[in-house]
């Protein structure tokens, strides 16, 4: 058959209509629908039921890419899909990572699930911690370990143990040193033949200045005391003070 205009006549009507366009019958046929859609929501909530926002849920199958996060009420809506298995991961630091498959369209009616995440235990990555208590120390233990020959060592607990009344009192037993009263700044001078050693606090030098007048002993840490210039470290070395000695204070505070 040619593809000619056929008339049909429809009660007393005649309508003229295209070969093709008509079905079995001769009646015009209707239009393709397009496939039916479903929404997909759903609520993330933890064990006590509590609702869980910030959850991150992302499609996987059939069409990866799309995704939402849970609002303040654990809520997500990923939009609509056709009828068939949709499957979507949740995951959210601090909680289990989940992947859920559902059958959109099931009962030709939105979907809509309800999602429990269990808590897990968040591996951090490895952190080396110094659980040496001496700490910024560390040099002065490393000398009175080298240099114990040449030098008087103090630590805290050494101070302690021997209770001073003032930071002088801890030269009083060593041989060479003498103590004598300073009515004028108070406290005592150090004297080491004759000779007034050089007193550095934390690393900074104090000329002049007597012990007792820049620390007390409850504000030591640490305390190292050279004599002359033997194992004196080269940091502080002084050319004109070679034999008078050198007392290195470490405070609490620093």
């Given at each position: ?76 809506d990923l939009g609509r899909f056709p009828a068939g298995p949709v499957s979507f991961r949740v995951r959210r630091v601090g909680y289990e990572e989940r992947t859920i498959k559902v059958e959109v369209g099931a009962r030709a009616r939105p979907t ?143």
């Open positions: 058959m040619s593809n000619s205009t056929v008339s049909v006549l429809i009660g007393s009507a005649l309508v003229c209509a295209i070969p093709g366009l008509l079905g079995a019958q001769g009646a015009p046929s209707a239009a393709t629908d397009p496939p039916a859609t479903y929404q997909v929501t759903g609520v993330i909530s933890d064990a006590a039921r509590e609702p869980v926002p910030d959850v991150e849920v992302m499609v996987v199958d059939p069409i990866g890419g799309r995704q939402a996060v849970t609002d303040s009420r654990g809520r997500f809509s699930v309800e999602i429990v995440l269990l808590p897990v235990a968040v591996e951090l990555d490895s952190v080396l911690v110094n659980a040496d208590p001496r700490g910024r120390l560390r040099e002065f233990y490393q000398r009175r370990q080298e240099r114990a020959a040449f030098a008087r060592f103090l630590d805290s607990e050494d101070i302690r143990r021997r209770g001073p009344t003032d930071a002088s009192d801890l030269f009083r037993t060593v041989p060479g040193v003498s103590i004598k009263t300073n009515p004028a700044a108070g406290g005592n001078a150090i004297r080491i033949r004759n000779c007034q050693p050089m007193v550095w606090v934390d690393g900074q030098r104090s000329p002049g200045a007597e012990l007792d007048e820049v620390i007390r002993p409850e504000e030591i840490a640490a305390i190292e005391f050279y004599p002359s210039s033997a194992g004196t470290p080269a940091q502080y070395l002084e050319r004109g003070n070679r034999l008078c000695g050198l007392i290195l204070v470490w405070t609490k505070s620093q």
